[in-house]
């Protein structure tokens, strides 16, 4: 059997391992998601009945009472204690997933069952008061999260939902859902390549036939939304392993990495090309993995957290019908995978902005410039969306990939009103409305690119973006939950911030009830260190490689 001790490390490198910095992390825990973690972990027996047995061992006394004690704080890895016990509290919400009368009673219900617990009402006894019990160890895992450069998803609620709410806000995909969806993946008779915002847009189009707990997250805010199409497209992709069978493919894993697209210029002669851009698979260690392109063997290997180096040149045609690159070295990945799509939404760097290079390393915030790469049948619908005054872009189009493709460069929303509007591509609709009605934008100082931070004594100024002229800004510094700033700001002007010590400060802005959060890393000047020369384009000379100004000796 498993210990309490190994659920918890491999929980925490399941959900954490490839996630871009900067993304929101979700402890959606569910029978599915415990079994294939079951197999990356070498269990042969039941995952779930494993799960609960090593949790139940550590948190039920010999009185049968649940003691929470031994979960404060965090191990010698530095990882928090309570991970598993909070997956457990999550794994309770999913299992209310038919539950039209969501509260403690039916809450406390389910997570009796996850304790293998007699069953009754209320919290089992010796679990105190949420303040007390189970809130501590969820404002360490969301303390923990945004010291490692993540933002936490998990947040308290109101009245007698402030408590449980935490474990509801992690809950994605319910078994109700799951079951709506594998119905819709068999009626639909495909199994094509597609990526999450594509595959959402044609989920979203059946939006009467899908349970109001599916429907509310597709519409919810846009970190929240995000997770979900992840999570759709995760099922689909098991889904597609065996479309005959309309169960999910339980233990099994992806095994595809899907690849995004990478722009660059050069500086010379201001040629433009385009890379597939393979993104990491999230919490899967993917080994040496290599692939053939142009008769030529290349590796891949992590450029960053999330994202693995650019490789290739893509043609017009290859963007429209799409790539499937078969991948040596690894037995859990068979293919990289570039869907087919009309459009691809591309920004700056977001750890470099000044290298000029774009990719879809995030969606675009509000006020931020981007590029719009889409094929020539959509400029008409894009050119109706500017007629209504809801974006805006600079100078014409431009062809680009064999003339295949138009480049329309530093594209902005520039309104919020876009309900009412209509054009015939959804999915381009949806993917360029603002999805908050503010951004935060730091500018300025010096940064630490490696770190993704910037320097002590030289932090950024900040920028409150908004479509309304005033908004609410509050920074904390995250090890001691220390108050910075809160007040009033206008937004559109950036203004200076005195940063204290190095740390990581959590930045939250709000306007109309709604509010977006950002991070912030000073870093200290003890902890600079040398880095060593990342060059992707390389001179085999005898005995050494030339790169850049780098000379390296071979052997």
């Known amino acids: 059997m498993t210990s309490y001790d190994q659920w918890n490390s491999a929980l925490v490198h399941h959900f954490t391992e490839g996630a871009p910095r900067g993304s929101s992390i979700f402890l959606a825990v569910d029978d599915d998601e415990l079994t294939r973690l079951g197999r990356v972990i070498g269990l042969t027996n039941n995952a779930v009945v494993d799960f609960q047995h090593a949790l139940s061992t550590r948190v039920i006394d010999a009185g049968g009472r649940v003691t929470l004690r031994s979960l404060r704080g965090r191990n010698a890895a530095r990882e928090p204690n309570g991970v598993t016990f909070l997956c457990a509290c999550v794994l309770a919400a999913t299992y209310m997933a038919d539950e039209e009368d969501i509260s403690e009673i039916n809450y406390f219900h389910r997570l009796r069952r996850v304790l293998s617990l007699p069953l009754g009402e209320g919290r089992p006894e010796g679990m105190r008061h949420g303040s007390e019990a189970e809130e501590p160890l969820w404002i360490e895992w969301n303390k923990w999260l945004q010291e490692r450069g993540f933002l936490p998803s998990a947040v308290s609620g109101e009245g007698s939902w402030k408590f449980i709410n935490y474990s509801l806000s992690q809950a994605l995909l319910r078994k109700a859902d799951k079951d709506r969806l594998r119905r819709l993946f068999v009626e639909w ?24 707990h599916l429907r509310e997250l597709l519409g919810a805010d846009r970190e929240r939304r995000s997770a979900v199409q992840e999570a759709i497209h995760q099922l689909y992709e098991l889904w597609c392993e065996n479309p005959q069978d309309d169960r999910l493919a339980t233990g099994v894993r992806v095994r595809t990495l899907r690849s995004g697209i990478y722009r660059t210029v050069d500086f010379i002669t201001g040629l433009i090309t385009y890379h597939f851009h393979p993104k990491a698979p999230r919490g899967q260690a993917i080994g040496q993995l290599t692939i053939e392109i142009d008769g030529k063997n290349f590796v891949l290997t992590q450029e960053r957290p999330g994202w693995l180096y650019p490789f290739g ?71 109706m969306l500017k007629e209504e005054g809801l974006i805006e872009w600079e100078g014409e189009s431009i062809k680009v990939l064999d003339d295949e493709w138009l480049e329309i460069r530093n594209c902005m929303a520039v309104s919020e009103a876009w309900s009412g509007v209509f054009i015939q591509d959804q999915e381009l609709f949806e993917a360029l409305k603002p999805s908050a009605p503010l951004s935060v934008g730091a500018s300025g100082g010096l940064r630490v690119p490696t770190r993704s931070g910037w320097l002590h004594g030289y932090g950024p100024e900040l920028t409150i973006f908004s479509f309304y002229p005033e908004a609410q800004i509050r920074i904390t510094r995250i090890h001691d939950e220390a108050v910075m700033l809160d007040g009033a700001r206008h937004t559109g002007t950036s203004f200076p911030v005195s940063w204290g010590n190095p740390g990581d400060y959590r930045v939250e802005a709000k306007v109309i009830g709604r509010s977006v959060q950002r991070l912030i890393k000073i870093i200290g000047w003890n902890e600079l260190e040398s880095a060593r020369l990342a060059c992707r384009d390389m001179i085999e000379l005898d005995g050494a490689r030339l790169c850049g100004a780098s000379l390296e000796a071979l052997g």
Request: proline share 9%; aromatic share 6%.
């Open 189 to 212: 008779h495909f199994s094509e390549d597609m990526d999450p915002a594509t595959l959402a847009a044609r989920v979203r189009a059946e939006e009467i036939n899908l349970p109001q």
């Open 313 to 383: 040149r893509l043609t017009g045609r290859e963007l429209r019908e799409g790539v499937r690159i078969p991948v040596n070295g690894n037995f859990d990945i068979d293919h990289v995978v570039l869907p087919k799509r009309k459009f691809w939404i591309m920004v700056q760097d977001p750890e470099d902005p000044d290298s000029g290079d774009l990719a879809g390393w995030t969606g675009p915030q509000l006020a931020e410039p981007f590029l719009l790469l889409l094929v020539p049948e959509l400029l008409s619908e894009l050119i």
